[in-house]
């Protein structure tokens, strides 16, 4: 199972992410947001979400610290602000576990 409290806390540093800060964080972030969201989506294929697995592996392969995507800072805004909403409404609506 994947704690409330981790989705949110990962979601807070999505949200902290919209301000310019040093590219250290950035990296650090992707690393984070990556292993959730591939958390995610391991536990969703145990539970047969099909659709929901999609989202939560397209979300960790945008986030991938090993081969980055590169989008412009008004781009990451808007992917870190819906990835954040993301986390908020899985956190809130749905509790994973697994098998």
């Known amino acids: ?22 590219y250290a964080y950035y990296e650090l972030l992707r690393f984070i947001v990556c292993g959730t969201f591939g958390y995610l989506a391991y ?3 145990t539970r047969q979400a099909h659709l929901h ?15 980055p995507i590169y989008l412009g800072k008004e781009v990451w805004v808007v992917v870190d602000a819906a990835a954040a909403a993301l986390l908020m409404f899985v956190g809130r609506h749905y509790t994973y576990t697994s098998a």
């Open 43 to 45: 536990l969703t294929i």
């Open 1 to 22: 199972m994947i704690p409330k409290g981790l989705l949110y806390a990962v979601a807070a540093l999505l949200v902290i992410a919209i301000a310019p800060l040093p």
């Open 53 to 67: 697995t999609a989202i939560f592996s397209v979300s960790a392969v945008l986030f991938n610290p090993l081969i």
